[in-house]
């Protein structure tokens, strides 16, 4: 396993420090990039979330000095041929180089360097995801040019060292936009609202709580003193841990902080399904055969075959298309 210098680890401590100090809504501006390209040396540097399952970029930003590239086909032609993407689509999110599965040679006679890297210019990438699902993905890529050399299994160490600290980061911002939008309605807010915002003070008290927050606090932690945070909520929070999840039947409780705030979200599971098998009929949804999932997702047809059984029989469907068509209309609303 390559290691990295004490001057790397300090420089990758320093990014993280300087991220979190700047605590926007969105985590990853082109400034916050030009810093990446300081710890893993590229031409361009570029951060991507997509939602693959229909073909859509859901958010994009470069640095500020990369040119824009239009290609003269879109991504998704062209998606299934990358392999560092197809990787990272059987939920394998670490740092990849197109070198892990190309040599030079066979990715200059490939069809995705005709059409992509050699416009644009392109010819070693390195990339690397926050776990998502692939109706929102969540991808930094650095790229070089000819000539400029591969990137090193240094870089590498790097960007796995970064991955959590990045998906930490998004995780944040996440919450500070929602906490925005709760405060803002927050007068208005009733009992039976899903999103709610409570104020810790010292020791756990409850400084503030809104009406929802005292609702959803009773309901699933049962009698306690109006006070103070739950025990098991206050252990939580002192452990610093970014998310506490509760789940209750079909329903679930999602509680994120920002400083000494906490969100609270109730989300109700509209279709029942496990992660693997939400994964399985988002690539049924792209078109995917069984055996083409199965290749995809490195498991057997049969193993494909029997998770589409069980979401028929969870969505109360006969087909494909019905289950596609449930799935999608769920999507819509997240």
Request: glycine fraction near 8%; hydrophobic fraction near 40%; include cysteine.
């Amino acid at each position: 396993m390559a290691t990295i210098t004490a001057r790397d680890a300090e420089q990758v401590l320093g990014f993280v420090a300087a991220a979190e100090e700047l605590g926007g809504e969105h985590p990853f501006t082109p400034e916050l990039l030009e810093e990446l390209r300081k710890l893993v040396e590229a031409d361009e540097v570029g951060y991507c979330e997509q939602d693959r399952v229909r073909e859509r970029i859901r958010y994009g930003v470069g640095r500020p000095d990369d040119p824009p590239f239009e290609p003269e086909v879109p991504y998704w032609q062209i998606a299934a041929e990358h392999p560092v993407c197809s990787r990272h689509n059987t939920g394998h999110f670490e740092a990849l180089k197109l070198s892990d599965f190309l040599t030079l040679g066979e990715l200059r006679r490939s069809r995705i360097y005709a059409l992509w890297f050699k416009p644009w210019g392109m010819e070693h990438e390195l990339n690397v995801a926050i776990q998502s699902p692939p109706w929102h993905t969540k991808t930094f890529l650095f790229d070089r040019r000819p000539g400029r050399g591969d990137f090193t299994e240094r870089d590498r160490r790097v960007l796995d060292l970064l991955q959590p600290h990045l998906g930490r980061l998004w995780h944040a911002a996440r919450v500070r936009r929602q906490l925005r939008a709760a405060l803002e309605t927050l007068e208005g807010e009733s009992e039976q609202d899903v999103r709610a915002v409570v104020l810790v003070g010292h020791g756990g008290l409850i400084e503030f709580a809104s009406p929802a927050a005292r609702r959803l606090l009773r309901e699933y932690f049962g009698d306690q003193r109006q006070s103070e945070i739950p025990a098991s909520l206050s252990d939580w929070f002192e452990s610093g841990s970014p998310t506490f999840v509760f789940d209750r039947a079909e329903h679930r409780l999602t509680v994120s902080r920002s400083g000494s705030t906490l969100l609270l979200e109730e989300t109700r599971d509209e279709l029942g399904l496990t992660a693997r098998e939400r994964q399985v009929l988002a690539w049924v949804a792209r078109g995917k055969t069984n055996p083409e999932v199965a290749e995809i997702l490195w498991v057997t047809p049969a193993t494909v075959r029997k998770h589409l059984e069980n979401v028929y029989a969870k969505l109360g469907v006969h087909t494909r298309t019905e289950a596609v068509t449930r799935f999608l209309g769920v999507l819509d609303g997240v």
